[in-house]
């Protein structure tokens, strides 16, 4: 299983960036797929999750209103579009995969996803 996550960068505060995470070896419309992220120095967080079919999406409470995640179960592809990013949302963020096909607030718990990519690094400056 591969899950490759790619579309991090510097951006300045207010500025948008999308991520991409790409997964391979795995049925992927069995899987919940998850966005994390983890700051130096910091443990890593949820920041938004996405059942298998789309009909359901978690987000953290400070990423609200900002951050949206989707799916493109064609190509194997789960999506953060970010907007009005701040300072404080620089982390290497990770896309992660859960075998479950259930929705509810299991999504958006780290210890139950089973595969992890290897992360992008997101740099807001103020």
């Known amino acids: 299983v591969q899950l490759q996550a790619s579309g991090g960068g510097l951006v300045q505060a207010g500025g948008s960036l999308r991520l991409s995470c790409a997964a391979s070896?795995?049925?992927?419309?069995?899987?919940?797929m998850g966005w994390f992220r983890q700051a130096p120095g910091k443990e890593r967080d949820f920041v938004a999750a996405i059942n298998w079919n789309g009909g359901s999406t978690y987000s953290a409470d400070s990423v609200k209103g900002r951050f949206t995640i989707s799916r493109d179960n064609a190509k194997n592809t789960v999506y953060l579009q970010m907007n009005s990013l701040k300072p404080e949302d620089t982390a290497v963020y990770y896309c992660a995969a859960d075998f479950y096909l259930g929705g509810g607030p299991r999504i958006a718990t780290m210890k139950e996803y089973d595969y992890w990519g290897q992360g992008t690094q997101v740099t807001v400056s103020s």
């Open positions: 070896g795995l049925a992927f419309s069995n899987f919940a």
